[in-house]
């Protein structure tokens, strides 16, 4: 079977760090663009970052920007997230998704995304 895993959540203090993993079992991840999503309760799915087939081109919510940087190693079929700076308004479930494109691109909006994990909660309190 095909699926996307995360892990890598967990509880952190405000200015704590996390690095979030994405990993594909049943397929290779290095012919999609990557993007990671999360979704607060009682709030919207949102974008967070994404991650071109290659890794050349990434993206960032506004947000994020500074604090998380996203990258892929096509070889361990994983890709990462790694959040710094972490603060309370982060806390939610996080996740990874595919997309498939012939670019070398990726794009932030989550219907174009086919193929979810499970998600993994990050949870940023004192």
């Known amino acids: 079977q095909l699926h996307l895993v995360e892990s890598g959540g967990g509880l952190v203090q405000p200015g704590g760090s996390l690095r979030l993993s994405c990993a594909a079992s049943?397929?290779?991840?290095?012919?999609?663009?990557i993007g990671w999503f999360r979704q607060a309760p009682g709030k919207e799915r949102e974008g967070v970052s994404c991650i071109s087939r290659s890794g050349s081109n990434t993206n960032y919510a506004d947000s994020v920007k500074g604090r998380f940087t996203i990258s892929r190693d096509n070889a361990k079929n994983t890709v990462y997230l790694q959040m710094n700076s972490l603060e309370p308004e982060d806390t939610a479930i996080y996740y990874c998704?595919?997309?498939?494109?012939?670019?070398?691109?990726?794009?932030?909006?989550?219907?174009?995304?086919?193929?979810w994990g499970q998600g993994t909660q990050v949870t940023v309190s004192s």
């Open positions: 998704a595919t997309f498939a494109t012939v670019r070398d691109m990726c794009v932030m909006t989550w219907p174009e995304y086919d193929r």
């Open positions: 049943g397929f290779t991840l290095r012919v999609y663009a």
